[in-house]
């Protein structure tokens, strides 16, 4: 079945560093990657998110590119900010209704 | 705004009590979903509904049921609380399957269930 690995957390990061979260994906068919973030005490919500092969999503400085050879979405912003302190998802949507969802990365960026 | 709510924020109950979370959205959303949040499992799908009245059993629905009887409303109950629901409860909506933008699932802020 399809499943979703990223890199375990946490990551701790000084402001203003450049960030890359690792996801890559085992699927069949073809699935859509997408990234949710998880502020403290709150929801998921959608970060970005690609609809096939070579595609970059985008959103409040983050980006990920879709490479269906490497079967991966990683997760980079060139400069981050304090704000940006969050678990991180990965998921995959397989069509219909359903995701399959990273095990989260925790980041903390620190001032 | 989208937005989906749930009926409680943190809720502390004994073993064998029967259990209710709510979640509510106003989007007039088809798809609404429950997910038990753990600690590096990431998110697992309990149950789902389609529409009213129709359900169907996710990833781990041993221990849960789930009740649709208006479209902006759905339950999850747990019939007999254990020590190993203590979890943290995600609800979420997505627009019907055909819908444009309807892979993207709008999430509620969370139920911390803490079973004693």
């Known amino acids: 079945g399809n499943s979703v690995t990223q890199m375990e957390g946490p990551v701790t990061l000084s402001e203003e560093a450049f960030l890359t979260i690792n996801c890559t994906y085992t699927?069949?068919?073809?699935?859509?990657p997408f990234w949710y973030v998880q502020y403290p005490g709150e929801g998921l919500q959608l970060l970005l998110k690609a609809t096939k092969a070579d595609d970059k999503g985008s959103n409040k400085g983050f980006e990920a590119t879709y490479r269906k050879e490497t079967t991966s979405f990683h997760l980079e912003k060139g400069s981050v900010q304090v704000s940006d302190s969050a678990v991180y998802f990965c998921?995959?949507?397989?069509?219909?209704?359903?995701?399959?969802f990273g095990t989260g990365t925790r980041l903390k960026v620190l001032a | 705004d989208v937005k989906v709510t749930q009926s409680s924020r943190y809720l502390v109950k004994r073993t064998g009590e029967k259990v209710f979370l709510e979640c509510v959205q106003d989007?007039?959303?088809?798809?609404m979903f429950w997910y038990r949040q753990d600690p590096g499992l990431g998110l697992r799908l309990i149950y789902f509904?389609?529409?009213?009245?129709?359900?169907e059993k996710g990833d781990i629905p041993e221990g849960y049921s789930v009740s649709r009887e208006k479209k902006e409303r759905f339950s999850l109950i747990l019939e007999s609380a254990s020590t190993n629901q203590t979890s943290m409860y995600l609800c979420a909506s997505s627009a019907e399957v055909w819908a444009s933008g309807s892979e993207t699932q709008y999430f509620g802020p969370g139920t911390r269930l803490l079973v004693l």
């Open positions: 509904s389609y529409d009213v009245k129709m359900k």
């Open positions: 998921a995959l949507f397989s069509g219909t209704y359903k995701y399959i």
């Open positions: 699927a069949t068919g073809y699935p859509s």
């Open positions: 989007m007039d959303h088809e798809n």
